[in-house]
């Protein structure tokens, strides 16, 4: 022997040494440990096929019956052979299948043995026919079948056999014919678990539904562009519909489809709920009643329950002496400026092509969008009960019940109670007073020459603003009332009398009664802790902020400042 092969002796062992292996009987399985015995019933990569541990009946059935036959395959119990069940299916019938499989192989094992037992020789030459087991899903969808092999000489598995079982059993729906026919001639039909019936799934029908072809939400959310410049003609607030036009579509709800389980039982289904277009002002339905119209062209607006469509004003250049001042119960579309001296007032939204100059009000009652910006003079008015979006303010007292957004804002008397942003654009906020209940965000606060700006934040703005102009017209009432009385009796004095006093009255409750809603406001604010707070690049010296009853002044430049209240104190950061 040469020294290579006396290494390879040593490492591996000679083959001379090892004993001749016997021939393997094919009709014998060979001897396998236990854990690879029972790897063999699982799998552990397929989730359908069913763990057996090594005392299940199933087991001994499996032994006693190999032993008879010399060679049997070993068994296969899986759920789902051609993956076509869906997997909470098979997660949840395992656990049946677990137990109910336990149950049936110890009963037949009990047999089997009771017979081998008998107490004559005829009773034991008689022996056990083969018997189906069926195993039914919880939802009576899909029958299963585990045929238990014939014992001490009994019949074997024929097809009419297991058709009576079926018969007795009930299981008449679904049946799958080829596999109930395959099986009585398959080699490993004993212990195999074949899916022989198959029933129809009941469908619930699907709920109506609207198609809306207008937004029910509105974004009002401004996008600067590349410039950090904002496109304020192109805002798309609102939604505009000619008469006839279609709003949302009504999708009709659908019936349901009864099942039968493979016991021939049927299941049966929801039909879908049905549901109504929200029809509101200036709307009718179709004459198919699936479609919701515009009655009026107009502006098509969600009210939270319905659509509504607003009528639209439109006017083709300056509101002026042409036009005279405008009050509308819908939408005002303004293609030019609104001049000095004239009033535009809309329940609607207001949107204003070019500028709104000195000594003029504007009230809206959703948004006001203006283009070209909104040039006062201290006497300039403008009000809103949503968001404005202008592209500049100047010289002007704002009220705005949500936010405002804009590029500049130049002594402003501002009353917001959402956010002010001033970020787009030049992003400046310089001299005038910002009272804002939540925020402040802009890019620049005060001037280098120190430029007195006034940030005010916190509480109920719009309110103390009411309260401000009742408080003046109170005092213009008095005035009046005074000048009344100290003029000769007459007539007219007496009628203009009574009116004033009427007048006077009438402000001093809505006086009264804002009181107490700040009041109110002012306690519920202090209970939740809320304030509001200023976000800003570079916050200039002379730049005053006020966070409910503390105030400070900053005496020299801050960037990228942040100043919120703190412990009760306002801290700069």
Avoid at 105 to 131: H, I, P, Y
Avoid at 441 to 467: H, M, Q, W, Y
Avoid at 468 to 494: G, T
Wanted: net charge negative.
């Amino acid at each position: 022997m040469s020294i290579k092969e006396k290494l390879a002796a040593l490492l591996f062992g000679s083959k001379e040494a090892q004993p001749e292996q016997e021939q393997e009987d094919p009709h014998v399985l060979p001897e396998q440990p236990e854990a690879a015995q029972e790897s063999s019933f699982l799998p552990a990569e397929d989730p359908a096929l069913l763990k057996l541990s090594a005392d299940h009946p199933l087991q001994q059935l499996y032994a006693i019956r190999r032993q008879e036959s010399g060679y049997l395959p070993i068994p296969r119990l899986c759920l789902d052979e051609d993956g076509a069940l869906p997997p909470e299916v098979i997660s949840r019938e395992k656990i049946r299948l677990q137990a109910g499989l336990r149950t049936a192989s110890a009963a037949r094992l009990k047999s089997v043995q009771n017979q081998s037992k008998g107490a004559d020789q005829a009773e034991r030459s008689a022996g056990l026919d083969a018997c189906p087991w069926f195993f039914l899903s919880a939802d009576g969808l899909y029958a299963w079948a585990l045929v238990f092999p014939p014992a001490g000489g009994g019949r074997e598995l024929t097809r009419e056999l297991l058709h009576q079982a079926m018969a007795e059993q009930g299981i008449s729906y679904g049946v799958d014919e080829r596999a109930a026919s395959r099986l009585p001639r398959d080699e490993g039909r004993y212990f195999t678990l074949c899916l022989l019936a198959r029933g129809k799934p009941a469908f619930d029908g699907k709920n109506g539904n609207i198609v809306d072809y207008v937004p029910r939400v509105v974004e009002r959310v401004l996008e600067t562009d590349e410039y950090d410049q904002v496109d304020y003609t192109a805002l798309n607030l609102t939604h505009n519909v000619e008469a006839g036009q279609e709003i949302c579509r009504l999708i009709r709800p659908t019936e349901g489809e009864p099942g039968r389980t493979v016991l021939d039982q049927e299941i049966p289904a929801k039909s879908g709920r049905a549901v109504s277009l929200p029809k509101g002002r200036n709307t009718e339905i179709s004459e198919d009643g699936e479609a919701l119209l515009a009655s009026v062209a107009g502006h098509v607006e969600f009210t939270g329950r319905s659509f509504q469509v607003k009528p639209v004003l439109e006017i083709p250049g300056n509101v002026d002496f042409s036009t005279g001042s405008i009050k509308y119960l819908g939408d005002v579309n303004i293609k030019g400026d609104v001049l000095t001296g004239f009033t535009v007032r809309a329940m609607g939204s207001i949107w204003v092509g070019g500028v709104i100059e000195a000594g003029s009000t504007v009230e809206a009652g959703g948004d006001l969008t203006v283009v070209k910006g909104i040039l006062g003079d201290g006497t300039t008015i403008v009000r809103s009960q949503r968001c404005i979006f202008a592209k500049y303010i100047e010289n002007a007292t704002i009220y705005v019940k949500e936010n405002l957004q804009t590029d500049v804002i130049i002594n402003g008397s501002i009353y917001c109670d959402g956010e002010v942003l001033v970020r787009s654009g030049r992003g400046a906020v310089i001299g005038g007073r910002i009272w804002a209940a939540r925020k402040v965000s802009a890019t620049d606060v005060g001037s280098k020459a120190e430029c007195r700006t006034s940030i005010v934040l916190g509480g109920l703005p719009c309110t103390n603003f009411e309260r401000e102009l009742v408080h003046k017209e109170l005092e213009e009432q008095e005035l009046e009332l005074e000048r009344l009385e100290s003029q000769p009796d007459s007539p007219a004095k007496a009628s203009l009398l009574g009116k004033t006093r009427i007048k006077l009255s009438t402000s001093a409750l809505r006086l009264q009664q804002l009181e107490t809603e700040l009041a109110d406001i002012k306690e519920e604010v202090q209970d939740r802790g809320e304030e509001g707070r200023l976000e800003c690049a570079v916050a200039y010296a002379g730049t005053e902020i006020t966070i409910g009853n503390e105030i400070t002044r900053l005496q020299e430049e801050k960037r990228h400042c942040v100043a919120k209240l703190v412990g009760g104190e306002i801290v700069v950061m």
